[in-house]
């Protein structure tokens, strides 16, 4: 089963990757307020079904593909699989 997770910054947390991009689209002349980084991690894994998938993938953001004192992170089962969505946030 193939599984998306999406790490990004907790509000309130410091972007500098993202207030670079910013400053330099708006130096190229795009009229953008903000940019916010995220990063995008496509698992294929071997799991019983969607729940057991969300809850492994969950277990890997907590110990390490997401750091929990500045990380949010969501879990998606990608599409030909069971369509499950998840928050996690730590």
């Known amino acids: 089963m193939k599984v998306k997770v999406e790490v990004r910054l907790k509000p309130g947390h410091?972007?500098?990757?993202?207030d670079i991009t910013a400053k330099s689209l708006r130096d190229l002349g795009f009229r953008v307020?903000?940019?916010?980084?995220?990063?995008?991690y496509t698992l294929d894994l071997e799991a019983r079904d969607a729940e057991d998938g969300v809850r492994l993938t969950k277990d890997m953001c907590r110990k390490l593909l997401a750091n929990p004192t500045k990380d949010n992170f969501s879990v998606e089962v990608l599409p030909g699989e069971e369509r499950?969505?998840?928050?996690?946030?730590?």
């Open 14 to 18: 410091f972007d500098p990757e993202g």
């Open 84 to 90: 499950t969505v998840e928050k996690g946030k730590r």
């Open 33 to 40: 307020k903000g940019v916010e980084v995220s990063k995008v």
